[in-house]
């Protein structure tokens, strides 16, 4: 594992609690920012952070990142399929 420092102002660091949890928000905020992107699954985020794949989808609601990734063109796909089976 590699450590990675970063400089913050003491108000930071104050608004958030301590030190250890500016780690884990940092971890996590860099972690999501990776799915959020299509860098990593969300399986590959649940093992990162050491979570439940059960559990992300709570975190990922905190985030504003939707579990599905459904693109507008799948939308469009799925409702032009069902209106041909309306018929």
Do not use: C
Request: glycine fraction near 4%.
């Amino acid at each position: 594992m590699t450590t990675v420092q970063i400089e913050l102002p003491d108000e930071v660091v104050t608004l958030i609690g301590s030190e250890q949890k500016v780690r884990e928000e940092a971890k996590e905020a860099l972690v999501l920012n990776l799915v959020r992107k299509g860098a990593i699954s969300r399986a590959k985020a649940a093992e990162l952070l050491g979570m439940s794949l059960w559990d992300l989808p709570q975190l990922l609601a905190r985030y504003e990142i939707p579990w599905f990734h459904y693109r507008k063109l799948d939308v469009e796909a799925d409702l032009e399929m069902l209106r041909r089976r309306r018929g």
